[in-house]
Nanobody, 122 residues
Framework: VQLQASGGGLVQPGGSLRLSCAAS????????MGWYRQAPGKQRELVAA???????YYAESVKGQFTISRDNAKNTVFLQMNSLKPEDTAVYYC?????????????????WGQGTQVTVSS
């Protein structure tokens, strides 16, 4: 199972970016999905998360600015980021709980994507 993130880049303050993360491989289902970010010298933090039934959570710092969504048919999660600020600069990682079979046992495991750099600068 792999999570492949894309969509990062360099954007000016006030601009927008849309991140995508797709799960691929052999699994039964993708449960909760989320986005974390880690800025230089800081701990990784949860930015937003969404359940398989579309219940969402946002960190206070991004409420009203970021929107998380998912396409269950494509096992993909999105993060629409608007009104970006320099303090949003970080590596963004997707994360998901995925229902898989390991050693003939069905279980839910947590997976991380490879990270995508978002830089907000003029």
């Amino acid at each position: 199972v792999q999570l492949q993130a894309s969509g990062g880049g360099l954007v000016q303050p006030g601009g927008s970016l849309r991140l995508s993360c797709a799960a691929s491989g052999s699994f039964f289902s993708v449960n909760d999905m989320g986005w974390y970010r880690q800025a230089p010298g800081k701990q990784r933090e949860l930015v937003a998360a969404i359940s398989s039934s579309d219940s969402s959570y946002y960190a206070e710092s991004v409420k009203g600015q970021f929107t998380i969504s998912r396409d269950n048919a494509k096992n993909t999660v999105f993060l629409q980021m608007n009104s970006l600020k320099p303090e949003d600069t970080a590596v963004y990682y997707c994360n998901a709980d995925i229902d898989v079979v390991v050693d003939r046992t069905r279980r839910v495991l947590n997976f991380w994507g490879q990270g995508t750099q978002v830089t907000v600068s003029s």
